[in-house]
């Protein structure tokens, strides 16, 4: 079992960069996929990126491609998302997911998320 658990949200200004980590706990991490959604107020919950357990493989959302990069360090069991040049529309409690099948949907595993607010 793993559990997961975000950091690093806040409020930014449109066009500021922030850290997201997700640490873990369970020995399993290194072996899971992992990856970020978020859900913004009154919208479903979205897809954003996902890496795999080497990270040698990833994807990432069209509308997020070229400013959010996903990573991971298996040693210290946490992923992260580095996300540049933020975009009001990208405010959304963001959650980190993991499980042993990489997907952009199902995961065994959630966080609790973490509030972004990006400000116009």
């Known amino acids: 079992q793993v559990q997961l658990v975000e950091s690093g949200g806040g409020l930014v200004q449109a066009g500021d960069s922030l850290r997201l980590s997700c640490a873990a706990s369970?020995?399993?991490?290194?072996?899971?996929?992992m990856a970020w959604f978020r859900q913004a107020p009154g919208k479903e919950r979205e897809f954003v990126a996902v890496?795999?357990?080497?990270?040698?493989?990833?994807y990432y959302a069209v509308s997020v491609k070229g400013r959010f990069t996903i990573s991971r360090d298996n040693a210290e069991k946490t992923l992260y998302l580095q996300m540049n040049n933020l975009k009001p529309e990208d405010t959304a409690i963001y959650y980190c997911?993991?499980?042993?099948?990489?997907?952009?949907?199902?995961?065994?595993?959630w966080g609790q998320g973490t509030q972004v607010t990006v400000s116009s």
């Open positions: 997911a993991g499980g042993s099948t990489y997907s952009t949907k199902d995961y065994a595993y």
């Open positions: 369970g020995r399993a991490f290194s072996t899971y996929a």
């Open positions: 890496l795999d357990w080497s990270s040698t493989s990833w």
